[in-house]
């Protein structure tokens, strides 16, 4: 009995620890001020805020000048900045106002949407305005947002030049699949940016190696035929090959060898980006990056607060009968609970478990379903005749039916790259395991009267 | 017995007929957006120094009226904002800037505001991410309902949980057409609630009904 109520009280107080650990936190003192060591929440997009990107179509012009066939020339002006005979000089815009259709402006919104996955970005908004082409782009503001969107607005013109020339030899038509691939080396791992092309692309491909390459003279002078591998005309590297390519596979290597993981995947992300940028298909319109600023949520703080409060007052109310009703035993159960929430928010905090509208949604859920959990415990002791051990085995096997199917569905979720979705997943996932674990282990032994 | 089937007969039509005249709002008079999810006028302002919100939200509320207004911190420096409202005229826009400028101190010739228009965020574009999520988790759950309630029927238990997952998203929309219930970022939660609830519910009843039948076969 003494033992009892020795353990009962040690359960309390450890509840009541949990509770201040989850709602005020574990202060330290740190180089002259408190800090809190419990981790951060992480809020996704609607809830902390996202970088918004403006990105209008250009309406630049660019000068092209043409020769005397009608071809577009490099070299068609004199040292004096005058054309040469035979060459004209015309003011092209960069986008031709025929191109400027709401079908070209949906591609282009489309192919930036493929872009915006394939780089692996979970949770983004993308608006397009038909009138003028103009595209809203909401991104959580994470260390990849910049280098994103640095490469969104590239046409993804893939060329590969002549680079004395600027012969195109290559291009973007014949290009099937582009992707980063790695491989060990003895110097560590190397990063590649692993381009294929189709039967035609393969059969030049082939040609370009065997012409581009290292000569040595009769008297010993090298010379290098040189390509240039250019995307949107900005010059990626400029090359010549030591062996022919006879697989259409084109291999470049991206940074050096390195045994350093984080130098490594920042090279993957490098090769990944530029091959998604070759992959995906080419923009119809060009785009500039107008304005980027990062936009706090547009949730509306005191509604957000209200809904909270009113989620408090319920589960206020709903304790507080629990009390009334069940005496003692409720209040034990009501203590618990709290505790099982409280719980739950640390395990989530240290799982990074990002927060999301719709994983509040699960939360709501959980807090229904671990109410009815303890009140089927409770009403199952009003029955004297069953042991505390048989009412555990009957409750806990009605759940399992019941959250079973839920699990399923939390595991399913977790795996979606969408983040909204996969919150979903994670919390409910946590919930369920944090209710079944933290009810068998502190309610039950709290509410057991038996000596 | 009767009473009890008159009255499902009963709420089944309402429910039907909710989600006919849904069907019918919805390519009628389209579906209303909150305003950040519609086309709206953002003024981005620049005021380069600290400011109080409410002292914003007051300039704002004299210039722009009874119209929503949506207020969001640029950056985390606290120096500026942006306003978003449905619609600005010129006049509006001039005014604001010269009301912000008295009262912040600012000079005349400095640009404070940027206006942008913003396109619509399209119904399509916002349910798409969940569309295959729950595809999946519905034919999961579908799959684990026919297998564990085998002796209640499969064909049954698995219709009987698909229709209920349909009819409640399709009640769900019907009344955001009918009561013109603008869609906005609590849509998708409140719409994950009802999906989740709708399974709870199935599995309770599916659960007492086969406790039901195997207490009755024991008995036999």
């Known amino acids: 009995m003494k033992n009892n109520r020795l353990l009962k009280t040690l359960i309390i107080l450890i509840i009541i620890a949990i509770c201040l650990i989850s709602f005020v936190g574990i202060f330290v003192k740190d180089k002259n001020q408190r800090i809190n060591i419990l981790p951060d929440y992480l809020l996704s997009t609607n809830l902390s805020g996202a970088r918004v990107a403006k990105l209008d179509v250009d309406t630049s012009s660019n000068e092209v000048i043409y020769d005397s066939e009608g071809n577009v020339s490099q070299d068609g002006e004199n040292e004096d900045g005058t054309l040469k005979e035979g060459y004209t000089k015309k003011e092209e815009k960069v986008n031709p106002d025929e191109i400027l259709t709401v079908e070209n402006y949906e591609k282009s919104k489309r192919i930036i949407e493929k872009r915006l996955k394939e780089y692996g970005v979970q949770d983004f908004n993308l608006r397009l305005n038909n009138n003028n082409g103009q595209i809203i782009l909401e991104l959580p503001e994470n260390s990849n947002t910049d280098t994103l969107l640095a490469n969104i607005t590239y046409v993804g013109k893939f060329e590969i030049l002549d680079s004395d020339t600027k012969e195109v030899l290559l291009d973007y038509s014949k290009v099937k699949d582009a992707k980063a691939v790695y491989s060990n080396t003895d110097f560590g791992t190397r990063v590649f940016l692993s381009i294929e092309f189709n039967d035609e692309g393969k059969a030049k491909l082939e040609e370009i190696t065997k012409t581009y390459i290292e000569t040595t003279d009769e008297e010993g002078n090298k010379t290098t035929k040189k390509i240039s591998i250019n995307i949107d005309d900005e010059t990626l590297l400029e090359t010549y090959f030591s062996e022919t390519i006879t697989n259409g596979t084109l291999q470049l290597s991206i940074g050096s060898a390195s045994t350093d993981s984080e130098e490594i995947a920042s090279y993957l992300d490098q090769a990944a980006q530029v091959a998604t940028l070759i992959d995906s298909n080419i923009m119809p319109i060009k785009y500039n990056l107008d304005t980027n600023t990062y936009l706090s949520s547009a949730l509306n703080k005191d509604i957000l607060q209200i809904v909270m409060y009113i989620i408090i007052a319920i589960v206020a109310i709903a304790l507080v009968y629990e009390c009334v009703k069940y005496k003692l035993k409720g209040l034990l159960a009501s203590l618990s609970y709290i505790g099982c929430i409280a719980l739950l928010l640390i395990v989530l905090r240290y799982t990074n478990v990002v927060i999301s509208l719709e994983a509040i949604s699960a939360l709501i859920i959980l807090l229904i379903l671990n109410y009815t959990f303890v009140k089927n415990i409770l009403e199952k002791l009003e029955n004297k005749d069953l042991s505390i051990k048989e009412i555990t085995k009957q409750v806990y096997l009605k759940y399992a039916w019941i959250l079973f199917p839920l699990l399923l569905v939390s595991i399913t979720f977790t795996f979606m790259s969408w983040i909204p979705v996969s919150s979903i997943g994670m919390v409910m996932f946590w919930g369920i395991v944090t209710i079944y674990i933290y009810n068998y282990i502190i309610t039950v032994t709290l509410l057991n009267d038996e000596k | ?220």
Do not use: C, W
Not at chain 2, 30 to 42: D, G, I, K, Q
Not at chain 2, 103 to 118: A, C, H, P, R, T
Not at chain 2, 157 to 170: G, K, N, P
């Open chain 2, 1 to 220: 017995m009767k009473e009890l089937l008159k009255n499902k007969k009963l709420i089944y039509i309402v429910i039907a007929l909710i989600i006919i005249i849904g069907i019918i709002s919805i390519f009628v008079l389209r579906l209303n957006f909150t305003l950040m999810y519609s086309e709206h006028t953002r003024i981005n302002v620049y005021l380069g120094k600290n400011y109080e919100l409410q002292d914003i939200k007051q300039i704002s509320q004299e210039v722009f009226g009874d119209q929503e207004i949506i207020y969001q911190e640029i950056e985390t420096f606290h120096d500026s904002l942006a306003i978003t409202v449905k619609q600005a005229t010129e006049e509006q826009i001039t005014n604001l800037e010269t009301k912000l400028k008295e009262k912040y101190e600012i000079d005349s010739e400095e640009e404070i505001l940027q206006v942008n228009e913003v396109g619509h965020l399209r119904g399509r574009d916002i349910v798409r991410p969940y569309i295959i999520p729950m595809i999946i988790s519905t034919l999961v759950i579908l799959a684990y309902v026919g297998i564990r309630y085998l002796n209640l029927g499969v064909f049954r238990t698995t219709f009987t949980l698909f229709l209920r997952l349909i009819i409640s998203e399709a009640l769900l929309l019907s009344v955001i057409a009918i009561g013109r219930i603008p869609i906005g970022i609590y849509t998708m939660p409140v719409a994950i609630i009802l999906y989740l609830l709708v399974i709870i519910y199935s599995i309770i009843g599916f659960e007492k009904k086969l406790a039901k039948k195997n207490m009755e076969e024991s008995k036999k």
